[in-house]
């Protein structure tokens, strides 16, 4: 994983930054593996995406500092579950980071009632599952993204097998992982990438054409 930027301050204002979309910066200071799948049925819906993001040894280590109350170095089921409460309540509003298109319409899906939180081998754990809110047909070309908009944190898929689809309809569309060369967006995209385009957070057309997507082609 690629080595992050030291935060500064506690584990709290560590998540607090990782959950503002008002904070707008030029690079990620927390990074993630992340995974997706998107299960489908046998009669060929899309009936979940699920996520699961595995945060950097830094981050993980300052949120360990900020809420393990009694100092004993783990994360008990309280202390995870307030953990879980503050980035629900913070990250619903801004639908867990992920975009899902049909045909190149955005389509609504609904939010798990929690993010599940573990800790394991010394890193943070997200995890969580979204349906869409109408039937899904596998027709058409379906995108879904996964990025933050401010650019504070960065959520890598790795390998293209970390975004996956699963099922018993998993082989009805062919499935790709696109990964924007970020020189050619720039180049296609420099009148709009203005000073003042980085001191706002208005605008996230940088951060979406860069996100790594999963398409289905149906």
Wanted: with cysteine; glycine share 4%; proline share 5%.
């Amino acid at each position: 994983m690629t080595k992050p930027i030291p935060l500064i301050g506690s584990g709290l204002a560590a998540i607090a930054a990782l959950i503002a979309p008002s904070i707008a910066l030029a690079h990620p200071h927390v990074f993630a593996e992340a995974r997706l799948e998107v299960e489908t049925t046998a009669d060929g819906y899309v009936s979940e995406l699920r996520h699961v993001w595995r945060f950097d040894e830094v981050f993980s280590s300052s949120v360990m500092l900020d809420f393990d109350m009694d100092g004993n170095f783990e994360l008990d089921a309280g202390e995870l579950a307030k953990i879980s409460e503050l980035v629900t309540d913070s990250l619903s509003e801004f639908d867990y980071y992920t975009t899902l298109t049909v045909n190149g319409v955005d389509a609504a899906f609904t939010l798990p009632e929690a993010i599940k939180v573990a800790f394991q081998d010394g890193q943070l754990l997200m995890f969580f599952a979204e349906v869409p809110s109408d039937k899904l047909p596998l027709k058409g070309k379906i995108a879904i993204g996964v990025y933050d908009p401010t650019m504070y944190a960065a959520l890598d898929f790795m390998n293209d097998a970390d975004m996956a689809v699963t099922g018993s309809s998993a082989a009805t569309c062919a499935r790709a992982v696109i990964r924007p060369d970020p020189d050619e967006i720039i180049a296609q995209n420099q009148d709009s990438l203005t000073e003042a385009f980085y001191d706002t957070t208005t605008s996230n057309d940088l951060s979406k054409l860069l996100a790594t997507r999963l398409e289905l082609t149906c």
